[in-house]
């Protein structure tokens, strides 16, 4: 497997609301501890949105240089907006393979409920 592929199979904790650890981000799906609820991605999924956060954090990093480089204001709002505008596509991404899988199975018990989808896209709003 490719190292993207290894760094996309990789665990990673998440905070939803303002709750330690509710839910956690694995290569099988993001599990909610509280309801045992699992919303799979799909490796394919995994890396498109890994990239995504990746290309995110790489403008990051850059808004912090030209923060520290005193570059003009203008610039600096405009780049943190493309920034902000990445997380939130990465975000719905991720609620949008939610709300697909529960209109593919919607007696499926294993897929994330409604009010569940619904928290998780308004935490994005």
């Known amino acids: 497997m490719s190292d993207l592929g290894t760094r996309a199979l990789a665990a990673r904790t998440m905070l939803v609301d303002d709750r330690s650890m509710v839910a956690a981000y694995t290569p099988w799906g993001m599990l909610d501890f509280v309801k045992g609820e699992v919303m799979k991605l799909d490796v394919v999924e995994s890396v498109r949105i890994g990239n995504r956060l990746r290309r995110a954090e790489g403008q990051l990093s850059a808004v912090i240089r030209m923060l520290e480089s005193e570059r003009d204001c203008q610039?600096?709002?405009?780049?943190?907006?493309?920034?902000?505008?990445?997380l939130d596509k990465a975000g719905f991404e991720i609620v949008s393979t939610?709300?697909?899988?529960?209109?593919?199975?919607?007696?499926?018990?294993?897929?994330?409920?409604?009010?569940?989808l619904k928290k998780l896209f308004l935490s994005l709003a």
């Open 75 to 86: 610039d600096i709002v405009t780049q943190l907006a493309a920034v902000s505008k990445a």
């Open 98 to 116: 939610g709300l697909a899988q529960r209109l593919r199975n919607p007696d499926d018990p294993e897929t994330m409920d409604v009010e569940q």
